[in-house]
């Protein structure tokens, strides 16, 4: 029906196409787990907080409110002394020009 010269041309197209495409779906693949290395790694730490008792998770409320207390203490230092104070400041000092 066709001529045999076009069938060949077609069927080394048809091969050059399935390994572009091949190609193309390894890197797609390679692209797809490296985007999704996070989703799985924050999916096996809510699978690690799902485990945990209630009893644990109640109890960890407290706790991390004494950690950021001693952590983060309220009159503590140059830092929060400048975020207390530094827009207050600098308000002052443009008012002033």
Not at 55 to 77: I, Q, R, Y
């Amino acid at each position: 029906m066709y001529p045999q010269i076009d069938l060949k041309y077609l069927e080394q197209r048809k091969a050059s196409l399935r390994g572009r495409i091949h190609v193309r779906r390894s890197e797609s693949a390679v692209a797809i787990e490296r985007v999704l290395r996070p989703v799985v790694w924050a999916e096996g730490l809510w699978m690690k907080w799902k485990a945990i008792s209630p009893v644990v998770k109640l109890t960890a409320l407290p706790l991390g409110f004494l950690l950021k207390n001693k952590l983060f203490p309220k009159s503590g230092g140059v830092i929060s002394g400048l975020f207390r104070w530094g827009p207050l400041a600098l308000n002052l000092f443009r008012s002033m020009r």
